[in-house]
Every structure is written in structure tokens, then in C-alpha cells.
């Protein structure tokens, strides 16, 4: 019977393998062109999402990217939140975790604390 931590260590060394090799094809795939367009887009369009830019313009779609900036303006305008304010709001709140989380540490630096509170939080979803 395999022990349960060789499992996980396995689980660990085959994704890192994968993400080795799935940059390695990135690094053949996309070159200095790619790497101008994306550039280029982002100058042209900072409004869009760069997680949408970036899918566009690495699947050679960036031909889309005035249609795209036309309906991300249009649903800013609708909903008055810009990518950067939820870029700021994101900042924030990851600031608020770390904060707690040192907090949290410096008080229990072993993380018993952190391991009940998980728990309880599994149990609560759990009862759902």
C-alpha cells in the first residue's frame, strides 16, 4: 500500500513537469512579434482586460480588439467601474489579508489558530 504523502509528492513533481514543459512551448510559440503586438494593443486599449488582451492577441485574434475596447467602454460607462478600481479593490483586500494573516502569525507562530478556523469553515460549508 503506497504511502498517502508519496501520492502527493507525485501529484506535486507532475504538475510542476507539466508547467516546465507548457513554458517551453510558450517560449517556441510566441516570439519578439507577439510580444509587439501585445505591446501594442495594450498601448491602444488600456481599458480593456489584459487577461482579455492577452487571449486575443496570443490566439491571433487582436484584429478584434476595436470591437472588444467599444464594448468594455460601453459596459464601464454602464456600470462606472473601471479595470483599475477593481485592480485597486483587489489590492486593497489582498493588503487586508496579509495584514490579518501576520497578525494571525505573529500571535500563533505554529498556525493552530488558522488550522481550527479552517476547519470550523469546512464544517460550516459542510452543514450547508
Known sequence: MPNPSDSFWQSVLDAANTEEVRMDQYKKQYGEEYAYRLGNAYAQYPWVNPQITAS??????????????EYAAARMAQTGVTPRD??????????????????????????????????ESVRSVEDM
Open 86 to 119: 477593481i485592480a485597486e479593490r483587489d489590492s486593497i483586500g489582498r493588503g487586508v489579508q496579509q495584514r490579518v494573516m501576520s497578525d494571525l502569525m505573529s500571535r500563533d507562530p505554529n498556525g493552530d489558530a488558522l488550522l481550527g478556523q479552517m476547519l
Open 56 to 69: 486575443l492577441v496570443l490566439t491571433d485574434n487582436d484584429d478584434l480588439m476595436p470591437q472588444v475596447a
